[in-house]
């Protein structure tokens, strides 16, 4: 098996992501964490995160394969996206993750 593996800090959260049997370059790697970094404008205690980039061998067009994990006190966010580019994965993760975190934001409101 062949990973290629990237960490990034920014803020407090730390970012690891895999790229799984192919090298992902340098410009999807700071779209995705870009893309990430905009979650911690809806929930500032994200504490890290992990990204899964697969491509499916099989012949569907859309065989590009993101899974984002992020972790937050208490509890675990996670997403699967499929598209036919890493890009329009990641767009289409950050609007889940945007839901599920506000979700999770207010319940901890009602909590308080």
């Known amino acids: 098996m062949f990973y290629y ?3 990034l800090n920014f803020n407090a959260m730390k970012l ?3 790229s799984i049997h192919f090298d992902a370059d340098q410009k999807l790697i700071d779209y995705i964490q870009k893309k990430i970094d905009k979650l911690e404008t809806f929930y500032d205690r994200i504490i890290d ?3 899964f980039l697969r491509i499916d061998k099989d012949s569907h067009q859309e065989n590009k ?3 984002v994990k992020l972790n937050i ?3 675990n966010v996670f997403v699967k996206e ?3 580019t890493f890009e329009a994965a ?3 993760a950050l609007e ?3 839901t599920q975190l506000k979700k999770h934001k207010e319940k901890e409101a009602e909590h308080v």
Request: with cysteine; glycine share 8%; net charge negative.
């Open 49 to 51: 995160g992990e990204v």
């Open 16 to 18: 690891h992501i895999q």
């Open 65 to 67: 394969l993101l899974e």
């Open 82 to 84: 499929r598209s036919r």
């Open 96 to 98: 889940a993750l945007k």
């Open 5 to 7: 593996c990237f960490t």
């Open 90 to 92: 990641a767009d289409e």
């Open 73 to 75: 006190p208490g509890h």
